[in-house]
Structures are given as C-alpha cells and as structure tokens.
C-alpha cells in the first residue's frame, strides 16, 4: 500500500483550518500549524508557527508534505512575504498548493456575479491582498496549484455566527445590507468540497459557494431566526441605491450535483439555539 499523501494546513487552527483538519486526518497523513491558540499545544499534529518570526521553509523541509493549504490569517504584509518565499521553495520543490481566497478579489465589481476567469479587480485592502497572493500561486506550472474562493462561510462556532450572537446577547443593532446580493457556503458543505478537490486533484481555479444568491439582510434575518425566538436590532446600511453584487459562482469548473448546494441548503444547517 503506497504512503498516505501528507498534507499540512498553515492556518491549521483556524475555524475553517481546524474543520479542514478534521477532515482530512482520517484519510490522509495530515498537519496543521497554530500560532497562539494554546489548546493545539499538546496535539503532536500541530506545530507552532507565527509568520512574523518563523521560517516556513524550516518546517517544510521538515515535514516534507505533498501538499500545502494556504487558510493563514494575520498582517498582509507579513503573509505576501511568507507567500513569496513558500511560492519560491514550491519552484524547486513538487510540492502543490491549495489557496483558500474569497469573494473580496472582486469587490470592485458590483454589477454582475463574478465567475471563475473572470478579470480580478478590488477596491478593499483584503481583497488586493488576496489578488497579491493569488497572482504569486498563478505563476506556478498549473498542476502545482488551486486556488478556492469562497464567499461568507457560516457554520456554529463560525467567527460570523458567533458575532451576531454576541450581538443578539449585547442587544446591539446588527448591520444588513438590503441592497448587497451574494453567495454563501457553510463549513460542513465546504470541506467535503475540499476534500472532493485534493481527492480528485483538481487544478486551477474553483469557486465553492451556493449556485444562488441571496440578499443580505434576508440571509442574516434567515440565520438569526434559527437562533431561537429572539426580537434583534437591525441597522440598514445603504452603500448603493442598485443592487450590487459579492457573488464567486461556477462556470466552467464546477462540481459534482452531489457537492452542489443552494442558500436554503446552507440556512436549514444552522440549526443551534441561542439560549
């Protein structure tokens, strides 16, 4: 029987890193890194790894993985330079990446969904970030690399959820935006869509979100009603008088009926109270 294919997650302790490794560890001979979050301290599957004052290449060389999933979060400035010299050891190295991007890479676009080849153009300092990141990947021979971008993810314990809650609790106003039209996953959907992806060893660029779309203030008033019988706050935030649009969907890359999912589909998974 060949060796398992050795994955490591940088990112790894993340909300989506931490669902990506409780994925993955079953089927494949995986690792994750943590930077503060002391509780992967005695997980001999985490290693500790803080972008500022670490050498990535140092644990790479290591661990010696077949494949490296980019779901880092910190100073952009700090991760375009850890990016670069990853990208640079990749050359030299048959390692593949997978980049886990979002929707942000489009947000100068307002007007229509954006699609898989669609021409990256964005108006926020985390999207040109991201672009910066996905433009150094690009430059890789294209079996070497994926790039995943994804729109909202929600899930229980999400970072998203896990704010309106606080919300709700605090009776603070919640911000929606009636005019914003976009799409949504959730964290269960999406990891077996990567999990589909590093099994199939799928290239290029992917977008793994809902095939529909959705308003914003409908979504979180949706999302919010599965907490329980609560009366929140809403603050309408108009930034446009038109509909404008923060939507990745697939065009030419999509995947099986069985991965596919629609809005609802993401609603009806968030079924945690709030007491």
């Avoid at 790894?12 to 943590?34: M, N, P, Q, V």
């Avoid at 709700?168 to 911000?175: D, G, N, P, V």
């Amino acid at each position: 029987m060949p060796p398992k294919k050795r994955i490591l997650i940088l990112g790894g302790s993340g909300f989506i890193g931490s669902h990506l490794f409780r994925e993955l560890s079953a089927f494949y001979d995986t690792y994750g890194t943590y930077c503060s979050a002391t509780t992967f301290k005695t997980n001999h599957r985490y290693y500790r790894y803080a972008a500022e004052s670490d050498d990535l290449i140092d644990l790479l060389s290591h661990l010696k993985p077949h494949l490296v999933i980019s779901s880092m979060r910190g100073d952009k400035e700090v991760l375009k330079i850890v990016h670069q010299h990853l990208c640079k050891h990749l050359e030299q190295h048959p390692i593949k990446i997978i980049v886990l991007s979002s929707a942000n890479v489009f947000d100068a676009y307002s007007k229509f969904p954006s699609y898989e080849n669609d021409k990256t153009l964005s108006e926020s300092a985390y999207g040109r970030y991201q672009i910066h990141i996905e433009n150094a990947v690009m430059r890789l021979p294209k079996e070497q690399w994926m790039i995943a971008r994804l729109p909202m993810v929600f899930g229980n314990g999400s970072p998203r959820m896990n704010e309106m809650k606080y919300w709700i609790h605090e009776k603070q106003a919640i911000e929606v935006f009636p005019n914003l039209s976009l799409n949504v996953t959730y964290a269960a959907k999406l990891m077996q869509q990567l999990h589909y992806c590093i099994n199939r060893n799928k290239n290029g660029i992917v977008h793994l979100g809902s095939s529909d779309l959705v308003l914003h203030e409908d979504l979180i008033k949706a999302l919010v009603a599965k907490l329980g019988n609560h009366h929140p706050i809403y603050k309408r935030v108009y930034t446009t008088n038109d509909i404008r649009y923060l939507a990745v969907l697939p065009k030419t890359n999509k995947l099986p009926k069985h991965l596919q999912f629609n809005v609802s589909d993401a609603i009806d998974h968030h079924l945690e109270v709030l007491s």
